[in-house]
């Protein structure tokens, strides 16, 4: 799976968009984008994912750049609740992978009030 | 109702012990991990498991032994306990491209 560069922190004001980059410049055509976040103290929790078309649900949006060589993921109204460790992975979804996440050190977001 | 749960929490135990976690997953899910997070907040794979089939083993010390007696529990049972077993242990189970992950048992070993 390609490496990803994040950030090692963040800081946010409550209310405002947060906007967390991450670089995957070695990312293949068949790897998936993953976010997933870890609030302290608990398991790390699914965000979003995409491979090429920028993505929304409910938690957050996904922007990809057209090389997808980065993407940005977007907290649209943070909240004190949004402060953890950020994970962008670059997953080869198929094969053998069978799913496995390789975390890296991720990216800290504070919310301040 | 809890979707991947854990026991215990928490588990302080000393070199040398034998000592088992438990997970159980109430999704129906086929694919089951054992991940760890060590004093460095480092998340690592250790074992995933398919349909109660060992897929993934990340050159984990033959100490630990994961056991899944049907698909909806993978258990870890670790051997001969060492100080550097300390660490946060987290069970996931996989839906599509979708991981679910539990609160984590924190193992102390003193």
């Known amino acids: 799976d390609a490496k990803t560069t994040q950030p090692t922190s963040m800081d946010c004001a409550e209310g405002r968009a947060a906007n967390l980059p991450c670089n995957h410049s070695t990312i293949s055509g068949n790897e998936y984008v993953y976010w997933y976040r870890q609030i302290h103290s608990q398991g790390p929790q699914y965000i979003i994912h995409?491979?090429?078309n920028n993505e929304t649900n409910e938690m957050a949006s996904l922007i990809i750049t057209e090389d997808r060589k980065s993407s940005t993921l977007i907290l649209p109204h943070a909240t004190l609740r949004d402060t953890a460790v950020y994970y962008c992975i670059a997953l080869n979804a198929g094969g053998t992978s069978y799913g496995k996440l390789t975390f890296g050190q991720g990216t800290i977001l504070t919310v301040h009030p | 109702d809890t979707a991947v749960s854990q026991t215990p929490k928490y588990l302080v135990t000393q070199m040398g012990n034998d000592k088992s976690i438990k997970c159980e997953q109430n999704l129906g899910h086929d694919t089951m991990y054992w991940y760890k997070q060590d004093s460095k907040k480092f998340l690592k794979i250790m074992f995933s498991y398919n349909n109660k089939e060992l897929i993934i083993n990340e050159t984990v010390p033959n100490r630990f032994s994961p056991k899944s007696p049907d698909k909806a529990h993978l258990n870890l049972h670790i051997n001969s306990l060492e100080l550097g077993d300390s660490a946060v242990y987290f069970c996931a189970s996989l839906r599509g491209r979708e991981a679910f992950f539990g609160q984590g048992t924190r193992l102390t070993v003193v």
């Open positions: 995409g491979l090429k």
